[in-house]
């Protein structure tokens, strides 16, 4: 009698699923193939370090006035892959110019000097379209464009002395581009001895826009050209 009860008991219970992972198994596990993709994506990638040559064009008609409007300058960024179809970019540039002062009396261009000094900085996360021998992307991110401005020298009790201005603008920039491997591949001794330093040579292309967040001020909103030599490690 025991056993015919005990039986009935057994089942009677409801079936549990033990094929079906929990919800908390299947979100550990989409979490952990992310993390597993972005590894194998550096491991095949690497970081790029890209020295850039970045013509920009200022929005902001004084500086124009008192300086080159259109200028050339140099920069490095850093493109760290962290999915298959995605980017960080890093970059920092500098750029440094001299003028003339403007006469407010005549409404022309004195004899003084004056310059004028530029940083631009942004980290954009770029989605990319793998292409063979390449991918093209369009980035956006924050920027930061740090400037400084030094006026002629002022006679004061102290002797000589250079009057400056200086700030940051905030903002955001938008940015599309092609990149393209050169096809360089050092060879791969094997193993144990040590690997080549540089995986890889590629070239890239971007054209952007850099918005300026306060109206306030220089208004240091530019269109940018870029092209640059990304050397892989």
Sequence with gaps: MNAVL??????????QDVSA???????????????????QTLQQEGVSVVFRGVGESWDDETLERLYR??????????VV???RYAVVDIEAGFKRQGGSAWNTESDTLSSEGI???LVPVSALVEARYPLSRGSL??????????????FPATENAEGLTKTQV?????????????RMSTGFQPQRPLPPAPQPLIQGISVEFYGGRRMQRAPSGFDLAAWRLSAGVAVQF
Excluded: Y
């Design 69 to 78: 409007g259109e200028v050339f300058m140099g920069s490095v960024g850093l």
């Design 137 to 150: 992307f369009a980035g956006v991110g924050p920027s930061m464009a740090v400037f400084q401005e030094e």
């Design 166 to 178: 200086s700030g940051a603008k905030l903002g955001a920039e938008l940015r599309m581009g092609l």
């Design 6 to 15: 005990c039986l009935s008991l057994l089942l009677s219970q409801e079936p």
């Design 81 to 83: 892959p962290v999915h």
């Design 115 to 117: 310059a004028f000094q």
């Design 21 to 39: 992972p929990s919800a908390e198994v299947e979100q550990a596990g989409g979490f952990s193939s992310v993390l597993a993709e972005t590894e």
